[in-house]
């Protein structure tokens, strides 16, 4: 079960990340 939990909190923190570094990417170009 603590496994389980630690892979759901990577996977949203990567996918949080993800999420920022797109928005930069945009921000940037624009």
Do not use: N, Q
């Amino acid at each position: 079960m603590c496994v389980f939990v630690e892979y759901k909190i990577k996977r949203d923190a990567m996918y949080r990340v993800s999420t920022v570094i797109g928005i930069l990417r945009v921000a940037y170009r624009g």
